[in-house]
């Protein structure tokens, strides 16, 4: 019995041996790693270059000292159409500069400072808000939004060290309650943590853009995304005493 026992270790020693050997030479497969395309800078493309080369040129053709310099895309373009009055408002106020482009994401915004956006402006305060167009079914999962976003801070602190920097929370899309809306929700969480109470202050203007049962309204956004001038005059107003406090220490 104890041969027998012996015997039957042995073979099972053999047969782990062999199948070991049978597997060595199998191909390994590991998972395949995702470049991050929200911190990789780019251009656009098609018909909204023309948009994009008119800030460059604006940056360009009008260096030197600002108040403020809004960078983002479609949103903070819109100050110069649905919010121009709000901007007229604001432009009485402070020397302002709007660097906005419907549909950019964040590697754009990247892209644009590399091609010298920043190189000419000494602005007092960046109000950024970028990073809704990287959200969305097939785009960026809200970690790389998230570093999306923070690469963008960190190059106006490094191209723009004495600039204080107002970051806003990414704007609520989406009529009702969505999973689009919860992946910005919780890059916002995230974005709160930049707030050093130094160089980077975050405001989330969000909660007063929905209705009490989370809904946005026509008159808020007509299409659930973009405000209306009465959205742009909420932001100017929200937005008004940490301007006042952020420009008070230049």
């Known amino acids: 019995m104890k041969n027998k026992q012996l015997l039957l270790i042995a073979a099972l020693a053999v047969a782990v041996q062999f199948n070991i050997s049978a597997h060595s030479n199998a191909p390994v497969t590991t998972p395949e790693v995702r470049p991050n395309a929200a911190i990789i800078p780019v251009p656009r493309t098609g018909s909204i270059t023309n948009r994009q080369s008119l800030v460059l040129q604006r940056a360009k053709e009008a260096p030197g000292n600002y108040d403020i310099e809004f960078i983002g895309d479609s949103i903070t373009q819109g ?31 990247l892209w644009r400072f590399e091609q010298g956006q920043l190189a000419g402006i000494k602005a007092k305060v960046a109000i950024v808000m970028i990073g809704t167009n990287n959200s969305g079914k097939g785009r960026n999962t ?31 899309r989406g009529k009702t309650f969505n999973d689009q809306r919860g992946d910005i929700l ?48 909420i932001w100017a107003a929200a937005m008004e005493p940490k301007l006042k406090e952020l420009l008070a220490g230049k």
């Open 79 to 109: 100050w110069e159409s649905s919010g121009k009055n709000v901007w007229q408002e604001l432009g009485s106020k402070y020397k302002i500069i709007n660097f906005g482009v419907s549909g950019d994401r964040t590697e754009h915004v």
């Open 142 to 172: 809200p970690d790389e939004i998230l570093a999306g976003v923070t690469a963008v801070v960190n190059q106006i602190r490094s191209r723009q060290p004495d600039t204080k920097i107002l970051l806003l929370a990414i704007f609520p």
């Open 186 to 233: 919780q890059v916002n969480q995230a974005l709160a943590r930049l707030d050093d109470g130094k160089h980077i202050s975050y405001l989330d203007l969000g909660p007063q853009f929905i209705e009490n049962d989370g809904s946005i309204s026509t008159g808020m956004m007509k299409d659930a995304l973009h405000p209306g001038e009465a959205g742009y005059k």
